[in-house]
């Protein structure tokens, strides 16, 4: 199990240390301990843990989480300007800077799509720089997403557009820096295209000019010319 202090040393300001008046850690019926409202019974918070101190920590986490998150989001809101929408990394640092977390590189904050970082095995500092990073890292693959759709946008709008000939294919794969696969993985090649999409919402370039090269092939056999793309 990681540390739950793994970001000791960042000064953050952590509102809860001790439990709020109506709150009280109890023990369940299968014999594991959570946090309860004395004040509401049948609310319970969060995971039932198997110690009552791992419950405190975990509930006093969770509220520290709660609390940087709606700072780091008021701060985003009183400073907002315009400019470009989504999380930008204008946006990210100002939201670091205001909860006094790390700011990590964006390829960092790419890294951890489908990562988890709850309480109690993480403190609250890891977790919002987790929340923080994972939030940016979502606003780049939908940009990343948008510009590849633009990017297909962009090639069905040139006039007589019917797919891409092989001279045309090779030449957009050498711009891009790929490598042109050969005429026979063309189809094989516009399957994964479907399938990445599906699976990913965003396709990686070389896919998108296999398909459209796809295209150009099945214009080319029906026509028994080259298309002009």
């Known amino acids: 199990m990681p540390s739950p202090r793994l970001l000791r040393f960042?000064?953050?300001?952590?509102?809860?240390r001790e439990l709020p008046?109506?709150?009280?850690?109890?023990?369940?019926?299968?014999?594991?301990?959570?946090a309860k409202s004395r004040t509401e019974p049948t609310?319970?918070?969060g995971w039932s843990q198997p110690t009552p101190e791992l419950a405190r920590t975990a509930?006093?986490?969770?509220?520290?989480?709660?609390?940087?998150?709606?700072?780091?989001?008021?701060?985003?809101?009183?400073?907002?300007?315009?400019?470009?929408?989504?999380?930008?990394?204008?946006?990210?640092?100002r939201a670091c800077a205001e909860v006094?977390?790390?700011?990590?590189?964006?390829?960092?904050?790419?890294?951890?799509?489908?990562?988890?970082?709850?309480?109690p095995d993480y403190d609250a500092e890891t977790?919002?720089?987790?929340?923080?990073?994972d939030a940016r890292g979502s606003a780049i693959r939908a940009e990343e997403r948008r510009q590849h759709k633009e990017f297909e946008r962009d090639l069905n709008?040139?006039?007589g557009f019917r797919g891409l000939s092989r001279d045309r294919y090779e030449a957009l794969c050498d711009l891009v820096g790929t490598e042109p696969a050969a005429e026979d993985q063309i189809?094989?090649?516009?399957?994964?295209?479907?399938?990445?999409?599906?699976?990913?919402g965003v396709v990686e370039v070389p896919l998108i000019l296999a398909k459209w090269r796809d295209t150009g092939q099945y214009y080319e056999r029906r026509d028994g010319t080259t298309v002009d793309m």
């Open 127 to 133: 977790i919002v720089t987790a929340r923080l990073a």
């Open 59 to 93: 509930y006093l986490t969770t509220l520290n989480v709660r609390a940087a998150m709606d700072r780091a989001r008021d701060s985003m809101r009183e400073a907002d300007t315009g400019g470009p929408a989504g999380f930008t990394r204008e946006r990210y640092e």
């Open 157 to 159: 709008a040139m006039p």
């Open 187 to 200: 189809t094989s090649l516009k399957v994964q295209c479907f399938q990445q999409e599906e699976v990913r």
């Open 43 to 45: 609310a319970r918070f």
């Open 100 to 119: 006094g977390i790390l700011r990590l590189p964006d390829s960092v904050c790419l890294s951890l799509e489908r990562r988890s970082f709850e309480a």
């Open 10 to 16: 960042i000064p953050v300001d952590l509102p809860y």
């Open 21 to 34: 008046d109506d709150i009280e850690i109890v023990e369940n019926a299968q014999g594991r301990f959570e």
